[in-house]
């Protein structure tokens, strides 16, 4: 796994943030819960993720019902504090009202 400098801020505040808040099963999200998810979704990650590499988000695109699945290179838990432009990019392609807009694009891999 690499260790960016994105991944190692990330990886600190969570660990302050799991010592203060303490994680909680009720906030574990379980496999039927990902299958219950039906508007269109757009899953941003990083090939890097701390939490499930990037097998696990495979498996949560496969879950999905209808999902639009991103990973970046060299990012981990927030891909979007590497390049914030591409993701705004990204998440108004997939907000775009018209779906004929998101196709043409080509940026979405579905």
């Known amino acids: 796994m690499k260790y960016t400098d994105t991944m190692r801020h990330e990886v600190r505040g969570i660990q302050k943030g799991s010592r203060w808040l303490r994680f909680r099963p009720e906030f ?29 988000g ?3 695109a496969t879950a ?8 970046f290179p060299e990012s981990g838990h927030l891909p979007w504090l590497h390049n914030p ?20 694009s080509g940026a979405l891999k579905g």
Not at 33 to 42: A, G, M, Q, S
């Open 58 to 60: 495979r498996w949560a």
């Open 28 to 56: 574990t999200l379980t496999e039927w819960d990902f299958h219950k998810v039906t508007p269109p979704t757009l899953l941003l990650r990083g090939e890097d993720e701390p939490f499930g590499g990037p097998e696990l």
């Open 85 to 104: 432009e591409i993701h705004t990019s990204l998440v108004c392609i997939f907000l775009a009202p018209n779906e004929n807009v998101r196709a043409e």
């Open 64 to 71: 999905v019902k209808n999902v639009a699945l991103q990973t």
